[in-house]
């Protein structure tokens, strides 16, 4: 034999490989199981059923990554080495980021899922993207000071990459619309909120926007709540899965969210589809991620059928209408235009629920053009 | 079987040093060439279109394969390097990771964010790894024991803490950062050259088990031995504890270094849990599963672990487990569940780790051989 | 021997990590005196005493009968054994280093007993004056004491004694010998010595091992009496002892 | 040779080593007695560089070694044996050995060359063994050993080492009757003519009035006296506080 | 003025937070010798247990009396988990160390899982009474109540672990046993009991830890233990191993410094004092701060 061997894909009536390589395990294994749910659904809805682009039936590998970009990497060689041309999933920023150039390299489809980092946008013209990005987080959170000039804003996130790319954002974002942005930062592990609490408390921010992920959100939101920052001012943080709504606590009552997505946001086609398929009936953060990714792989299929430029061509630039709405891939650096969501959080013990305030339309939520880097 | 005992005693594998005890006589002729046996058996393995269903997921040759062969050979490597401090010089150095971290993010970096060619960012990253290693022993050494672990999980913290803050974008904090590979050789990149990174991997192994082995038979060799048993007998035989110590603990960092290095090309980036403390751990698991001080202990130890921790994920989402009823299937689909329990079982199992495998299978093996 | 054995020891093996130490041990402990058991470094007396106290180490296997009275007891654990009257002082003293001079006495005190504190400060009144020492700063005859003095709070049925003169000055090595003398006037003693004068001072039976078995039993004077048994046994003349 | 000044270790108020002044000659053999804890250890620690003295000095050949770390005062020829056996329990007694030769010949640090194929290590470290006569232990795990037998490496330990002042500390401690005499003359070959000295803490009396040239006698931490074995002998106090009434 | 004081008193209850991990992590590294890995699991096991008692357990609920119930559950649990741990998998395995890192480390990975199966890896809102949500006024600072609780318990657990210490025999026998098992067996002494009554001992202070963890951070999550352990270790390194009273100093400076250098400093300056204030300590007294000087 040879010392490797790569299989080529198949032929015209064969199936069409498309691997899903995303967190089934390990600490973002809830995201993980909603964005399936949501692949399902939506490869289902755009196939109306047939599981099939014309009479090639796709043919979907899963692949868990536990959040390891190493694991995800070996996965998605593995899935390319047996030819597969269109690989989807990453969970998190950190995988998305690393599978990212593995596709460049191999000239297959990417299409990354509910990793919200900006560095996904325009890594490279190979990568797209399902889900939506830091960015449109932040024009959200904009949109509730109304006008911006004169106001102070302090963004409180945590020390890192998704730390840093959300000040970024609302330095540019907000403090470009006149406000000045000043930023309360602290480490992903800290346990104890206090020192924060106040030192925000003493900046006097007309806004504050938090942008924290993890498990101590509770006890986050529990500090800033008694020591009184909530009352103080006008908090904006981003509507995370269900599932996390009762650790808000009385303090959910308090925060305006931004929301990427809740169940009952929209109404649309999709959605109902979506609903019709997802155990329980519920949608949630996540679910039209996955939803979008498979419309996004059944355009490419018919498309592009097994050439990869085709496929990419056939997404640059399409408008379709997936969950949320109305979803556009900017054909310049791949970043997916989609409605976001103001919303407000009721309830109290374990039934909470969320309700729009307002909907933000693709173009009004977009991102900067990036610049494709490859 | 009364015969009286005989003063000549087959010393038990997992205390003494292979190199320092004489084999069996029948062993002598074939054993020098048993590794390099091996090492050419694995160098070929890429040729071989096998197909071991349930194993792997292709055949021998195909890229995810490949790939996750070499993943564990630097793996092997590491815990081959780690040993030299843990297993033969009896140091619990608990920052170990630190040094595989060092090569990971300095070669990235170097040649991501510096542009640096391959083979200098490379060069540049085992000189830079060996120094901070040399460096940091230095201090840490000055305790000894459970102390010395700490301060060296202390060291390890803060690289951690580094690396998470972000500094000036450097590292790309929790999202980690991809490896620039536009100025690599071209026989690096894509997944069709997996298999030069097999070699590469299999290349860094040979390294560290060549080294450690030389060293661990060397003159130094034996002082470290003896360091592990009793440190100031050591001091009134004439000899520094404190130097040969360094000189160990520098050289498995500089080993743990050049891993790193061979590790962000078969990977592609860094991410941060590489620095985490728990890598450390997982070297030392993979030290113990395999059985300290042992010629192949190690090397097997750290091979096993990383196929299991990659292989489990898909073994979690096969079919067999998910047909299985909930209270095993929910249990069992958790990849490190199946890991941990592996671990405890290995020591009621593989007392000694897997290395003394053979002893206890000798008994076993010599009731079955005809007699002469 | 005229009266029952406290202890008899039955064809005891033991084999540690695969090597025969004991092959076929047997003899029996008188119930009044001190039975001494001999040999040259390295026969097994020590792995024959921690086997009658149940403390083969775990890679090894002790076989064959030890009884005291009616009782076996191989497949006993240790401190029961010990609980049930059975005294040792293991070769290497094993005081308890970080504990002080107090805690070690204390630690041995048993339930149920009243522990003879003045005995034992009278045999040695260093140990009442270093009570709050702690034990692993002791010098090596001191630690010896306190290993002793241990096991002399407590009322014992038979003492086993593994070299309790090993490192000791020569007024000390007497002293403990007077010790042992007047304890074995109401206890039987298993004594483990090197040390001829104090054999010769205390024994009444001896045992001799030779390579894992035992190569002769009977009284301890003839033997030591008989120059030629003693060096073919023991390989010294009884003349030259060290005192 | 070696020689001690006001050698002095407190801890607290204690003085467990009490201004020592010793000189000890080239060639003597110099008995060190006294009751259980008068210092002996102690002095032997301070001596070798395992305990830092709160006062006082250390002689080698004239040049202070006080400031010495241990490893650095054997290499000026300074060998210990301890009363509590300390091998390397894990190597055998052959390696133990080796590594003992090996460390006073120089060339520990080689890295990269077989410890096996020095012939000169080997055969030094056999006679080290042949001495003692554990020359058929050679293949056992030195953590295995009898105590007699364990201390019999120590012995060997030292002899490679050829240090030129030895320090023997209870050597015959636990050593069977029968071996006393072989030990006794490996030890009384120590010193011989090459002169060497040595400083022994023993408690067999035999053993320190045949080989000792002169006896030193600790009490409390203090020289009670140091003289030849009769007046030693001779001298109530030694009597009274050591010897007691022999048996 | 009232920042100093909400700081300090808040970085105080963070202290007894550390200091409940880390005693019963102390107690059983430094007494048994056991170097406890899955310390955070028992941790998580008593989160999880008062959380389900609090749910399911008749008499038990999320205030008053019914919570006091639903922590002893916990407590309880845990030190069950942790006997159990010690008798099946800790107990052949004394005196060999590395092997004992493997089982706890394989526990803690494998125990972790077994939760998160169970209860998935979501954070789950935690059952607490209504007052520990709530502020205390303390000379103008708004300290937390959960922080307050944490304070009390923290220093009841000393108290309770010094008196058992230093009053039973079983401090004694767990210190003697340390050094040498087989000889105080041969004392007489049934020793392996009082290593499961330390395991016993430390699995109950974790649980509570667990609980009162739960408390003040008002969720419980599979990982919560183990993210508290690093720190825990650090604590009772710097304290001196096995010593409780180390424990506390060691963990009050921990908390302290923690809080005030996050204040005043720049984020994530607080974690890298704590672990350079551990190096130096270690540095300077390897013994840790409560610790004696080691014995040749
Ligand atoms: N744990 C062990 N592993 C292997 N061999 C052992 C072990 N313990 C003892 N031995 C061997 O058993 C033999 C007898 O040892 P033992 O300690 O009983 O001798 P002894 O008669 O007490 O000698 P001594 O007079 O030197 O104290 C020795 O050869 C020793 O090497
Ligand atoms: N680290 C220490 N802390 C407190 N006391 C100590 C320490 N080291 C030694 N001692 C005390 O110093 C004294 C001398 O001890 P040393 O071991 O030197 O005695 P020795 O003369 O060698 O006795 P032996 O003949 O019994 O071995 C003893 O009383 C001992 O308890
Ligand atoms: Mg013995
Ligand atoms: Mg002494």
Aim: aromatic content about 6%.
């Amino acid at each position: 034999g040879s010392p490797q061997d790569t299989a080529s894909g198949g032929g015209d009536a064969a199936p069409v490989k498309v691997g899903l390589v995303y967190s089934q395990s390990g600490p973002l294994a809830s995201y993980g199981k909603q964005y399936i749910e949501g692949f399902k659904a939506g490869l289902d809805f755009a196939t109306k059923g047939t599981g099939k682009v014309g009479d090639r039936k796709i043919e979907v590998t899963e692949a868990d990554d536990a959040g390891d970009p190493a694991k995800a990497v070996s996965a998605t060689k593995d899935l390319i080495g047996k030819g597969t041309k269109i690989i989807a999933g990453s969970t998190s920023s950190g995988v998305a980021l690393q599978v990212a150039p593995i596709a460049a390299q191999n000239k297959v489809l990417f299409i990354s899922g509910p990793a919200a980092t900006d560095a996904v946008t325009g890594a490279n013209k190979y990568t797209f993207r399902s889900g939506r990005q830091s960015w449109q987080d932040v024009v959200t959170a904009k949109s509730f000071i109304g006008d911006a000039a004169g106001k102070k804003v302090v963004v409180f996130a945590q020390d890192g990459a998704f730390g840093d790319a959300n000040e970024a954002a609302v330095k540019a974002v907000i403090g470009g619309a006149g406000a000045t942005v000043s930023s309360v930062r602290a480490p992903a592990s800290a346990t104890e909120f206090t020192p924060f609490a106040s030192q925000i408390k003493a900046a006097k921010p007309d806004l504050l926007f938090v942008a924290w992920a993890g498990t101590t959100a509770g006890a986050m939101w529990q500090t800033l709540d008694q020591q009184g920052v909530l009352a103080s001012t006008t908090v904006v943080t981003g509507l995370d899965i269900r599932a996390s709504w009762p650790t808000f606590g009385a303090a959910g009552s308090k925060i305006s969210f931004l929301s990427h997505y809740f169940d009952g946001a929209s109404d649309t086609e999709a959605a109902k589809a979506a609903k019709a398929k997802v155990a329980g009936g519920t949608l949630d953060l996540f679910h039209p991620d996955g939803f979008a990714a498979a419309q996004m792989v059944v355009r490419a299929v018919q498309e592009g059928g097994d050439d990869v430029d085709k496929m990419i061509k056939a997404l640059e630039g399409w408008e379709f209408e997936g969950v949320k709405g109305t979803m556009k891939i900017r054909a310049e650096d791949h970043a997916l235009l989609q409605p976001m969501y103001q919303a407000k959080l009721s309830g109290s013990g374990t039934a909470f629920t969320a309700t729009a305030q307002k909907t933000l339309t693709g173009d009004e939520s977009a991102p900067p053009v990036a610049q494709m880097k490859g | 079987m009364t015969e009286v005992k005989s003063a000549e005693v087959p010393a038990p594998p997992a205390t003494v040093p292979d190199e320092l005890s004489p084999g069996h006589a029948r062993w002598h002729g074939l054993r020098p060439y048993l590794p390099l046996v091996a090492l050419v058996v694995a160098a070929v393995l890429p040729y071989s279109t096998l197909n071991l269903p349930g194993v792997f997921e292709g055949p021998l040759n195909s890229p995810g394969t490949l790939q996750l062969l070499a993943i564990c050979l630097v793996f092997g490597g590491l815990a081959a390097g780690y040993d030299l401090l843990f297993g033969r010089t009896g140091m619990l150095s608990f920052g170990h990771a630190l040094y595989f971290a060092a090569g990971v993010y300095g070669t990235d970096v170097l040649i991501t964010k510096a542009g640096l060619p391959l083979w200098q960012a490379a060069l540049l990253t085992v000189v830079g790894g060996t120094t901070l290693a040399a460096l940091l022993g230095a201090v840490a050494l000055r305790t000894v024991g459970i102390a010395f672990a700490m301060v060296t999980l202390a060291f390890a913290q803060v690289g951690a803490i580094l690396v998470a803050r972000d500094f000036g974008g450097l590292t790309g904090g929790e999202e980690g950062l991809p490896l620039d590979v536009s100025g690599l050789p071209a026989a690096l990149v894509g997944v069709t050259n997996t298999v030069n990174l097999y070699w590469l991997a299999l290349a860094y192994l040979a390294l560290v088990v060549l080294v450690v082995h030389r060293v661990s038979g060397s003159p130094t060799g034996r002082v470290l031995a003896g360091l592990r048993d009793d440190e100031r007998r050591i001091g009134v035989l004439g000899l520094d504890p404190y130097r040969f110590k360094l000189v160990a603990f520098t050289l498995a960092g500089g080993l743990a270094t050049a891993g790193g290095v061979v590790y962000v090309l078969i990977v592609g980036g860094a991410s941060p849990h590489i620095t985490s403390s728990e890598l450390t751990l997982s070297l030392l698991v993979m030290v113990v599963l395999g059985g300290p001080g042992t010629r192949w202990g190690p090397v097997l130890g750290g091979i096993l672990y990383m196929y299991l921790d990659h292989r489990l994920t898909a073994f979690g989402s096969s079919d067999a487990v998910n047909n299985l009823p909930a209270f095993l299937s929910h249990p069992l689909s958790q990849p490190l569940f199946v890991l941990g329990t592996v671990f405890i079982l290995a020591v009621y199992f593989f007392p000694g780790g897997l290395a003394s495998l053979r002893t206890r299978l000798t008994p076993l093996l010599t009731t079955l051989r005809p007699r002469r | 021997m005229a009266a029952e054995p406290i202890l008899s020891v039955e064809d005891l093996s033991v084999r540690i990590a695969g090597l025969h130490i004991l092959q076929g041990v047997s003899f029996e402990v008188a119930p009044t005196g001190v039975t001494v058991l001999l040999g040259r470094n390295g026969v097994g007396k020590s792995t024959t005493l921690r086997a009658i106290v149940g403390l083969t180490p775990r890679n090894g296997e002790a076989r064959g009968a030890v009884r005291m009275g009616a009782q076996s007891l191989l497949a006993r654990p240790t401190h029961r054994l010990v609980r049930g009257g059975l005294g040792y002082v293991p070769e290497d003293r094993c005081v308890f280093a970080g504990l002080t001079v107090t805690e070690n006495l204390r630690l041995a005190e048993r339930r149920g007993t009243t522990p003879a504190y003045d005995k034992v400060f009278a045999l040695f009144p260093e140990l009442d004056r270093r009570g709050r020492q702690r034990a692993g700063s002791l010098s090596g005859g001191q630690q010896q004491m306190l290993a002793i003095g241990r096991v002399l709070l407590n009322d014992n049925r038979l003492l086993l004694v593994d070299e309790p003169t090993k490192g000791l000055a020569p007024k000390v090595v007497t002293e403990v010998a007077e010790v042992l003398e007047r304890v074995a006037e109401s206890v039987p003693v298993l004594l483990v010595e090197q040390n001829l004068a104090v054999v010769r001072r205390l024994a009444s039976d001896a045992v001799v091992l030779s390579a894992g078995r035992v190569a002769w039993t009977g009284d301890a004077r003839e033997l030591l009496l008989e120059t030629a048994l003693t060096k073919s046994l023991l390989g010294v003349g009884s003349g030259e002892v060290h005192a | 040779m070696l020689a001690t000044r006001g050698l002095t270790w407190r801890i607290g108020e204690v003085a467990i080593v009490d201004s020592v002044y010793l000189d000890l000659q080239p060639g003597e053999f110099l008995g060190v007695i006294g009751p259980n804890g008068a210092g002996k250890t102690s002095l032997f620690n301070l001596i070798t560089g395992l305990r830092r003295p709160t006062e006082g000095k250390v002689l080698l050949d004239g040049a202070d070694i006080t400031a010495l770390p241990p490893h650095r005062r054997a290499r000026l020829g300074l060998g210990r044996t301890f009363q509590a056996s300390s091998v390397f329990g894990s190597l055998t007694v052959r390696e133990n050995v080796r590594l003992a030769v090996q460390a006073h010949r120089g060339g520990s640090m080689k890295l990269w060359r077989r410890a096996a194929a020095d012939r000169e290590v080997a055969a030094a470290a056999d006679a080290a063994l042949d001495r003692v006569g554990l020359h058929h232990r050679g293949t056992a795990l030195a953590g295995t050993l009898a105590h007699g037998e364990k201390r019999k490496l120590e012995i060997a330990l030292l002899l490679a080492g050829e240090p030129r002042v030895m320090l023997l500390d209870e050597p015959m401690a636990g050593v069977s009757a029968e071996d006393v005499p072989e030990l006794v003359s490996v030890i009384k070959s120590l010193t011989g003519d090459s002169g060497r000295a040595v400083l022994m803490v023993e408690h067999h009396m035999d053993v320190i009035l045949e080989l000792a040239d002169r006896i030193a006698v600790m009490h409390h931490g203090a020289l009670l006296a140091c003289d030849t074995p009769d007046t030693v002998m001779a001298n109530a106090t030694v009597q009274e506080a050591y010897l007691g009434e022999a048996l | 003025m009232n920042t100093v004081v909400l700081l300090a008193l808040t970085g105080l209850g963070l202290a007894a937070l550390y200091f409940l991990v880390a005693s019963g992590l102390s107690l059983v590294f430094g007494l048994a010798d056991v170097l406890n890995f899955a310390h955070g699991l028992f941790l998580g096991v008593g989160a999880y247990a008062t959380w389900w008692a609090a749910g399911n357990l008749p008499g038990a609920g999320s205030d008053g009396l019914g919570f006091v119930v639903a922590v002893a559950f916990g407590v309880l649990a845990g030190a069950l988990v942790a006997v159990l741990v010690e008798l099946v998998l800790i107990r052949p395995l004394y005196s060999r160390t590395i092997e004992q890192v493997l089982v706890t480390v394989g526990l803690s990975l494998a125990g972790v899982a077994l939760l998160q199966a169970t209860w998935g890896a979501d954070p789950r809102p935690f059952p607490r009474p209504d007052w520990s949500r709530d502020v205390t006024a303390v000379l103008g600072a708004q300290v937390p109540n959960a922080g307050l609780l944490l304070i009390v318990a923290a220093v009841v657990v000393l108290g309770a672990l010094l008196a058992f210490l230093r009053w039973t025999r079983y401090g004694l026998i767990i210190r003697a046993g340390v050094e040498n098992r087989e000889m105080v067996t041969a004392l007489g002494i049934d020793v392996r009991k009082a290593f499961t009554l330390v395991f016993a001992i430390g699995g109950a202070a974790a649980a509570l830890a667990g609980a009162l963890g739960g408390v003040y951070f008002g969720t419980v999550s599979p990982g919560q233990g183990g993210s508290l352990l690093i720190f825990a270790f650090i604590v009772v390194v710097i304290g001196g191993m096995g010593s409780v009273v180390g424990s506390a100093y060691a963990a009050v400076a921990v908390g302290l410094l923690q809080q005030f250098v996050n204040y005043y400093g720049t984020s994530g300056l607080g974690d890298l004092c704590v672990v350079g204030l551990l190096a130096v300590v270690l540095l300077l007294r390897p013994q840790g701060l409560a610790g004696k000087v080691a014995h040749a």
